[in-house]
């Protein structure tokens, strides 16, 4: 009997099944590529024939598609991302009191005292310092991401590099290719300016204390984990899991809810798969905000409405 956790972001969505003690059965990482209801209905596709709709004891969402995910799955509890990381975190390490996260476009950090969220800051203006970025100039360097960390340890005198603005990163890196730098020293000269970006703007005003925990999908490449070590000038432990985190805080907070108020999930199945959903926009003329709506629709039955800022349209959804 499993709880499932599942974490809509702008790049990944990432699907678990936590055990009743809170063991990770299984993970699903999957890209979202602009398309969130078919990459949720690719990950049901991987854990429909492992799996029956009768062991899933709850479903938790967290993300910027959460909501779009609990109407589509059938979700019990939807949180917040802040939420969702600091839960997972806390079970893994109760002393856990800050948490840097860099996820594919946007970065944040969690501040935690005695086990409670006192602060925290999202970045989601700037592409600078996040897996988007990274990844564009991996292709553009031709060396695999997986190996970015690795040409980061091994270079001797890291070049400065302008972090402050994606587009001037990039061009500085240029720059220092024309002039012969080694691609070691470029590439650690970029890990380092993307850690001070983070915490000249992410950070910036935040008292941030060990225990320090590194998560997100960025947290793969040991380059930036040794360029926070180096610019905090303490130890940064990347947890297990690290990239699916918030789809299991989700998952956790899915299985509280579920046992304090001892209530069955709403969960529809996993042949969500094989449903043929059908999407459209419109504007809404209810006020002067205009808020474009997009509608989801099974059919003739409308599964949601989500884009209103009053909550107008959702409400009124069937499910």
Request: proline fraction near 2%; charge should be positive.
């Amino acid at each position: 009997m499993y709880y499932m956790g599942v974490d809509v972001g702008s790049v990944s969505t990432d699907i678990v099944l936590l055990s009743r003690n809170m063991e990770v059965i299984e993970s699903v990482y999957l890209r979202t590529k602009g398309k969130p209801i078919d990459a949720i209905q690719e990950g049901f596709r991987i854990l429909k024939g492992k799996y029956d709709n009768k062991q899933i004891l709850g479903v938790g969402t967290t993300g910027s598609g959460r909501q779009i995910a609990s109407y589509l799955i059938g979700g019990d509890i939807v949180k917040n991302e802040i939420t969702a990381h600091a839960i997972a975190s806390l079970n893994v390490d109760k002393d856990v009191k800050t948490i840097l996260e860099i996820g594919g476009q946007d970065s944040k950090i969690i501040i935690l005292r005695n086990g409670i969220v006192t602060d925290f800051a999202m970045n989601t203006v700037c592409a600078a310092g996040t897996g988007s970025f990274l990844d564009r100039q991996s292709e553009r360097l031709d060396i695999p991401i997986s190996s970015f960390g690795d040409h980061a340890l091994n270079s001797k005198t890291p070049v400065r590099i302008a972090g402050r603005c994606a587009v001037f990163a990039e061009s500085d890196m240029i720059h220092k290719q024309q002039l012969g730098y080694s691609e070691d020293d470029i590439i650690c000269g970029l890990c380092d300016a993307l850690v001070r970006n983070y915490l000249n703007n992410v950070g910036k005003g935040k008292e941030i204390l060990p225990k320090i925990f590194f998560q997100g999908g960025v947290a793969s490449n040991i380059g930036i984990k040794a360029s926070f070590e180096k610019f905090l000038q303490c130890e940064v432990t990347i947890p297990p899991n690290h990239k699916v985190m918030g789809a299991i805080g989700a998952a956790i907070i899915a299985k509280e809810f579920i046992e304090k108020h001892n209530v069955k999930t709403n969960f529809k199945g996993f042949n969500l798969a094989d449903v043929n959903f059908i999407s459209s926009s419109f504007e809404c003329k209810g006020c002067s905000n205009g808020c474009e709506v997009v509608k989801i629709k099974n059919k003739d039955i409308t599964i949601g409405c989500f884009g209103d800022r009053c909550g107008k349209w959702n409400k009124g959804a069937a499910v």
